[in-house]
Structure formats: C-alpha cells, structure tokens
C-alpha cells in the first residue's frame, strides 16, 4: 500500500460553503490531521457586475454549494484509493455538510482529468517554443502536422498555431500548451 492524496467533492448547505471549509480547516488544526486532510477550497471566480452605471468586481462561487477537499489515501492493491476513517468522519460530520459527491454519497475522488479540467490544480508546463517559431501537433485531429505558432496564452494555457492543411489551405488552431512541440 503507498499513500498518496487525491480531490474529493463535498456538498453543503447553500451559502455555508466558507463556513465549511473553515470549520474543516479549524478541526484539522485542532486534532493535528494536516497529513491527512491537505487542503480545502471554496472555488471562486472575480466577475465585474454592471449596476446603473457603475462597475463593481465581485468574487462568485464558481460551484455553488460544493467545496473540494484534497485527502490523503492509501491506495490498496488494486490502485483504489481511500480516505482515513478519521479523515472521512471530520469531513462528514462538519455542520453544513450534506455528503460526498459519488454514488450513494460513498466518497469517490476525482480523476486527474477531472482535477486539470475544473482548474483545482494546475499542470506546469515548459513551454520551449515561442511566437513565430514552426511547431509539431502531436495531439488532436492535427496530429503529424506542423505550424507557425500565432499566439501564446500561457493563464488559459492555449497557444494559436498555423497549419498548412490539406490543399495547401491555412488554418489556425487553437491547441493547449503540451499539445505541440518545438521542432529541434
């Protein structure tokens, strides 16, 4: 068995999404769990809201009435991963909490995919090319082809290439970063 920590979703109440995730981190402080409840997060967004005439920034609940908890697991022999039973108890018993999100309300992790799609952890990525340098797509419909990269994003983790198609025709793409690779 190896110890690893995987996201977990969690329902609560509307509107104690905050109140949750601070009770959950006052308890992991108290009875000293850091190593097995990580981290949690009340996912958020900043909008600007347009009243009359005037512009405001506000921060909105991305997921309203959901929090996200990164937690230990050990991962049995078959790869499943599960939660400590004291790890479980505090999340599930925190007032506001309604359940874990899975079948039946059992404690299902999310997958890597999950995670990097939802932008709860971010993949670093070393970006070796630049604006104007010929790139290979080794990803999507595009994959063999080469291009011009156009545009780099790194927040959005996009970058806009060129590609030279079928009949000679160009075409921009819209790629992620790790789905093209300088041509050395």
């Known amino acids: 068995m190896s110890v690893d920590s995987r996201w977990y979703v969690i329902h609560?109440?509307?509107g104690?999404?905050?109140?949750v995730a601070t009770n959950i981190e006052k308890v992991v402080e108290n009875r000293r769990m850091q190593d097995q409840i990580l981290e949690v997060r009340v996912p958020t967004e900043t909008v600007v809201e347009i009243v009359g005439d005037k512009k405001k920034e506000v921060e909105r609940?991305?997921?309203?009435?959901?929090?996200?908890?990164?937690?230990a697991v050990t991962l049995d022999k078959d790869d499943r991963p599960s939660m400590s039973d004291d790890a479980w108890?505090?999340?599930r018993n925190t007032r506001g909490v309604t359940g874990f999100v899975g079948p039946d309300s059992k404690a299902?992790?999310?997958?890597?995919?999950?995670?990097?799609?939802?932008?709860?952890?971010?993949?670093?990525?070393e970006v070796n090319y630049k604006v104007g340098d010929t790139v290979n797509i080794i990803?999507?419909?595009?994959?063999?082809?080469?291009?011009r990269v156009e545009e780099i994003d790194l927040e959005k983790n996009l970058v806009r290439v060129t590609v030279s198609a079928l009949f000679g025709k160009e075409t921009m793409v819209e790629l992620?970063?790790?789905?093209?690779?300088?041509i050395s």
């Open 12 to 14: 609560t109440y509307s």
């Open 16 to 19: 104690y999404e905050n109140k």
């Open 61 to 71: 609940k991305i997921f309203p009435c959901y929090v996200l908890v990164k937690v």
């Open 89 to 91: 108890f505090v999340i």
């Open 108 to 125: 299902i992790p999310l997958s890597e995919d999950e995670v990097l799609k939802l932008g709860v952890e971010k993949r670093s990525i």
């Open 139 to 147: 990803d999507q419909i595009f994959e063999g082809f080469s291009g």
């Open 176 to 182: 992620e970063l790790d789905q093209v690779e300088s």
